[in-house]
């Protein structure tokens, strides 16, 4: 009578092996895709850059600068310090910083500064001080 159970267990259904088709599926795209990203991400550290394409706003006697962050590099930066100094001839007049607390490779994130002097009227400078590695 064990003899005739053990066939019995041993016997798949059409349904059971539809099923481990589909999981077998899953399981190799998954591998596939994780070796994928592997092979093409960049493995370099981080590129900050910041620029502004946006031109400045004039509201209620502030001036709002606006930027973008990017991280053009491979390994994602934690608490990216961006800083803005206003000088006029050579002095600065008035500077102001911002952290971004996360960007991945490719991200980008857009911010402003905002200074009750006219910047327009002297020389800004927008630039990226620090970030830390996860």
Not at 30 to 53: A, D, M
Request: glycine residues 6%; proline residues 4%.
């Amino acid at each position: 009578m064990s003899e005739s159970n053990n066939e019995q267990q041993q016997k798949r259904t059409f349904a059971e092996w539809v099923a481990f088709a589909i999981a077998c599926f899953i399981l190799f795209t998954l591998t596939g895709l994780v070796l994928y990203n592997w092979v093409t991400t960049k493995h370099e550290p981080p590129i900050i850059s910041v620029t502004r394409n946006t031109p400045i706003r004039e509201t209620e006697g502030q001036f709002y600068v606006p930027f973008t962050v990017t991280n053009t590099g491979g390994e994602t930066a934690e608490l990216v310090q961006i800083i803005a100094e206003l000088r006029v001839n050579g002095e600065v007049l008035e500077s102001g910083d911002q952290q971004i607390d996360f960007l991945s490779n490719g991200e980008t994130q857009e911010g402003a500064f905002i200074f009750s002097r006219d910047p327009r009227q002297g020389e800004l400078i927008v630039r990226s001080s620090s970030y830390k590695l996860p």
